[in-house]
């Protein structure tokens, strides 16, 4: 199994090419040159499900829940069949370090998945990889699973279009 960055598996792959390396790097810096813009602080990124504590980071977020260990791995996470470590939620409710204010209240010591979403999860990476070394793709259709009432998602595709067709021409 190929992992990008440490962190993105591949699945299905067993290396990666220098090719298509270079291609996940521009994906990656075109999503991160999005991560510029300005939360409007909805809150709406943590209701979403799936919100992945890595096992180097139980420590870290428990502590900052101010729980031990063990309550932590117990009453906050579930660990799935696959092996990655959720946060226990409810089925449409936010997750539960989400304060009243629509702050969280671990912020400073937050998964990286949180500090990530939603500009370098997988999910937008590989269509915006796709949308690069696809010129027949249209990277709007890619993306169309994105929800249009999050401030952050109009301000997505407003850049997104320009940014893909930079790239394919620097390609």
Not at 105 to 119: A, L, M, S, V
Not at 136 to 152: E, G, H, Q, R
Request: glycine residues 4%; negative net charge; charged residues 30%.
């Amino acid at each position: 199994m190929a992992v990008y960055r440490g962190k993105y598996v591949l699945e299905g792959l067993a290396t990666i090419s220098p090719e298509m390396e270079k291609d996940l790097d521009t994906a990656y810096d075109i999503c991160k040159s999005l991560d510029e813009l300005p939360c409007e602080m909805c809150g709406r990124c943590c209701h979403q499900p799936n919100i992945i504590v890595r096992p180097e980071e139980v420590d870290r977020v428990a502590t900052a829940a101010g729980v031990d260990l063990y309550t932590f791995m117990t009453q906050y996470v579930y660990q799935t069949s696959d092996g990655r470590i959720l946060f226990n939620k409810s089925e449409n409710g936010p997750c539960r370090f989400l304060g009243k204010d629509n702050r969280c209240t671990i912020w400073k010591d937050r998964p990286q998945i949180c500090d990530d979403f939603p500009y370098l999860v997988s999910k937008l990476m590989s269509r915006v990889y796709l949308a690069v070394t696809n010129p027949d793709a249209d990277i709007l259709d890619l993306i169309s699973y994105m929800d249009d009432t999050w401030p952050c998602t109009k301000e997505i595709k407003s850049r997104i279009v320009g940014l893909v067709e930079q790239a394919r021409k620097d390609r």
